[in-house]
């Protein structure tokens, strides 16, 4: 059977060519650790209901499209499987007989009900990597439970500490926790492959939005024998390093350490406060942050956020702030070829993000568009009928 052999797959080979991936999950953690792979060579195959996957359905101005979907699932085939049904089921168990990587986000359980739980596919397939994106786990009090991004960030203590002092808890859009837990993925999946080629036997693995929100926090999640439970006391810089209002728009600086105060404050004709012993540290400044920020600020609102940028930007870690439209035209983002034109049967075409890991000898396929929903269906499903019809016959004209 050649249901891997994608015709889209163009361009130099990439670290992970050969080996083929079933993404049965949704949303973005699973999906977007499978275009991870796809970026790096995988044959991908996108598994969805009937109903399609759920991001298909987030609002989006784009016409017959949504832009999330397509930014999360580039470098995939397409196929629907009504997992419910003996006839599909037995082509995913087809594919999964082939695969090298089968990654979903099913809750405990419906995998088994479904019949495609890790125990019947490791015995279908020794070699298959079994990876499940869960809530919360496989096991404990919270297990059964689903779960998602914002949820994780305001169970987690995220969304608590991203609130201003004082004030309440604020959510960090972009789904951090989702696409943390998508590296996790693919780093994952990387490394059980990497085993496999030593001892040639698959493995489950799995990956959580917990384990996701918990490791993004492991400067935070350290607590000392007998200390008292207050994470955030550490964990601010004391009000020079953050954002900053200038004349015209917003400016981000960092000058924690002692270089980059120095630079600063040599920059912004503020020398005297590096000379000062009363400032030389980060925790020193933040004792007497309501002493700094009012003269940084006001030395920061003479000129514009770009103009900062430009006369700090060489000697202090520094940033306009910028909206995402900016981006697509960013030099630095032009310079390392982030962005790609990908042909679209319905959008003629669009930018998006590509590449995302950067090899020197193994680069990587081209990317190629998000599938349409069922887009790949002839070329998969009917190789499998026919493969089995084939089989079936041979198995006819030859008993025993």
């Known amino acids: 059977m050649t249901a891997f052999r994608s015709p889209k ?31 790096q060579g995988a044959d991908v195959i996108k598994v969805e209901p009937p109903t399609g996957d759920n991001l298909r359905q987030y609002p989006s101005t784009l016409e017959g499209e949504n832009r999330a979907f397509l930014g999360v699932n580039r470098s995939k085939r397409g196929i ?18 082939e695969a090298d990587v089968l990654v979903h986000n099913f809750r405990p359980g419906v995998a088994e009900r479904l ?4 125990a019947t596919l490791e015995a279908l397939n020794p070699r298959l990597i079994y990876c499940v994106v869960t809530g919360y786990g496989e096991t404990g009090p919270l297990a059964g439970r689903a779960g998602y991004d914002q949820v994780l960030q305001a169970m987690t203590g995220m969304s608590r500490l991203q ?39 698959g493995q489950y693995v799995g990956v959580s939005l917990l384990r996701s929100a918990m490791t993004m926090q492991s400067a935070r999640m350290v607590q000392g024998d007998g200390e008292r439970h207050d994470v955030a006391r550490d964990m601010r810089s004391g009000g020079i390093t953050g954002l900053h209002p200038t004349a015209e728009g917003w400016l981000y600086l960092s000058a924690n350490t002692a270089r980059f105060w120095a630079a600063l404050c040599e920059r912004t004709g503020l020398a005297a406060l590096a000379a000062e012993p009363r400032y030389d540290t980060v925790k020193k400044r933040a004792v007497h942050a309501d002493e700094l920020v009012p003269r940084l600020r006001s030395v920061l609102l003479t000129r514009s956020a770009e103009a900062w940028e430009d006369l700090l930007a060489d000697a ?57 929903l069922d887009e ?23 008993p025993g």
């Open 9 to 39: 797959r163009t361009g130099p080979a990439g670290p992970l060519t050969g080996i083929k991936v079933l993404d049965l999950s949704a949303y973005i953690a699973g999906p977007y650790g499978c275009t991870l792979l796809a970026d």
């Open 80 to 97: 629907v499987l009504d997992l419910k049904q003996d006839g599909d089921r037995r082509i995913l168990l087809d594919l999964a007989a």
């Open 115 to 118: 019949g495609i739980g890790h």
């Open 163 to 201: 609130g201003k002092a004082g004030g309440p808890p604020e959510l960090t859009y972009g789904s951090p926790v989702d696409y943390y837990a998508a590296a996790l993925v693919a780093g994952g999946v990387a490394s059980a492959l990497f085993e496999r080629e030593r001892s040639g036997v």
């Open 316 to 372: 202090v870690p520094c940033s306009v702030v910028r909206s995402v439209e900016d981006m697509f035209e960013h030099p630095q983002v032009v310079a390392e070829e982030l962005m790609a034109v990908i042909p679209h049967a319905g959008l003629g075409s669009y930018r998006g993000v590509t590449r995302s890991i950067k090899f020197s000898r193994t680069t990587g396929p081209d990317p190629f568009a998000a599938p349409l």
């Open 376 to 398: 790949d269906r002839q070329a998969l499903r009917g190789g499998y009928e026919q493969a089995r019809a084939a089989g079936g016959q041979a198995r006819a004209e030859h």
